[in-house]
């Protein structure tokens, strides 16, 4: 009895495993990106350094921005690569005012920028308000590439054509997001879960608001030659686990094991957003959600209009947008 139960666990792993091992998407785009800047933040680690990796391979100026310092990355990269056209510059995500100093910077210093890719992202931050008043995880994940994306939006319509990539999740469909909005900034910490302190919903709560973000920047950018689309990149090993689960305990072994048998390597969770900011497949494609270079379905709220506007406006303002500084419809 106790070997039949064995052999359907092994067998039920094996599955998931190979599952997951053929099912990846892999980019075809082959386009050369000679001349062209990118941004992408998080660049330091993890799937961004490999998406800063694969966009070096082909040519393409880079910032890495990171609240860490990434010089060790970036000698990684130049090494990697051959491309010595690597730049790192700071960027704390939790901080508008960290948001608003590098978008200064860049405005300055850089002529063009053809692709952001909104990366960056922290699996869970516990209770911690950051100094703007907001849940750090919300910000860090949502609050700031909004902000990010809106200081840095007449760039890349003056070096249009350009693509604005942002990292949503599968957990976009695990969320409890109210219509309301109700305790949208500064959600309170989930206590049912087996992960203590688990945010789980506060992350699906982050990622689908990052997937209407990108939807309505898309829509009102239409016509201007940017782009914007998110992605679920693929459950993959990185350091977010380590993070997430309060450092090396029992779930993180749990999680690790777990991740072993469904998750992607870095290459291939890097697939989709490179796909999404160089494929000329996707050159016309705006305001859509991908899974494996593929278009995927997008959670309920995510088409109900009237929670979308008022989703997009009240972030607009927890920012703290000028008018000026608003995206609006050409
Ligand atoms: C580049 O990589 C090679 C092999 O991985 C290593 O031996 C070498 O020290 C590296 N060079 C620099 C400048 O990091
Ligand atoms: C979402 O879940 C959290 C944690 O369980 C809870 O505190 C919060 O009130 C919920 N929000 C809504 C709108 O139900
Ligand atoms: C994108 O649109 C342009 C202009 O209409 C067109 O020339 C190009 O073929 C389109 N690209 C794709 C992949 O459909």
Not at 85 to 105: C, G, M, P, Y
Not at 194 to 202: G, K, Q, R, W
Request: glycine fraction near 6%; charge should be positive; hydrophobic fraction near 40%.
């Amino acid at each position: 009895m106790l070997l039949v139960v064995l052999q359907i666990i092994v067998i039920f792993f094996l599955v998931v495993y190979l599952y997951n091992r053929l099912t990846c998407g892999v980019m075809e785009s082959i386009t050369c990106l000679a001349g062209k800047t990118a941004i992408v933040t998080g660049g330091n680690s993890g799937i961004g350094l490999q998406v800063v990796k694969i966009l070096a391979s082909r040519g393409c100026r880079i910032i890495i921005a990171d609240k860490v310092d990434s010089e060790k990355s970036k000698r990684e990269v130049i090494n990697e690569t051959g491309n010595p056209n690597i730049l790192t510059k700071h960027l704390d995500l939790s901080s508008f005012e960290s948001i608003r100093e590098f978008a200064a910077d860049i405005k300055i210093t850089e002529p063009k920028l053809d692709i952001l890719v909104n990366n960056a992202g922290v699996g869970a931050f516990y209770d911690q308000t950051t100094k703007d008043g907001i849940n750090a995880l919300m910000q860090i994940n949502y609050f700031g590439p909004f902000l990010l994306t809106h200081l840095l939006t007449d760039l890349l319509k003056k070096s249009s054509p350009s693509r604005i990539v942002f990292t949503s999740s599968c957990l976009a469909f695990t969320t409890n997001l109210s219509e309301s909005l109700e305790n949208f900034k500064n959600p309170e910490t989930s206590k049912w879960s087996i992960i203590p302190n688990s945010l789980i919903y506060t992350y699906g709560n982050s990622k689908l608001a990052t997937l209407i973000a990108s939807d309505e920047i898309g829509n009102r950018l239409k016509g201007t030659g940017v782009t914007s689309n998110s992605c679920h990149p693929g459950a993959c090993r990185t350091n977010i686990f380590v993070t997430s689960l309060k450092g090396y305990n029992f779930f993180f072994y749990f999680t690790e094991f777990w991740n072993f048998i469904t998750s992607k390597t870095v290459w291939n969770a890097a697939q989709t957003t490179v796909h999404l900011a160089t494929s000329k497949n996707v050159e016309n494609i705006t305001s859509n959600y991908f899974w494996d270079c593929k278009p995927f379905y997008k959670p309920f709220l995510a088409k109900n209009p009237a929670f979308c506007a008022k989703l997009f406006e009240t972030t607009e303002n927890i920012v703290g947008l000028k008018e000026s500084e608003k995206i609006v419809k050409s």
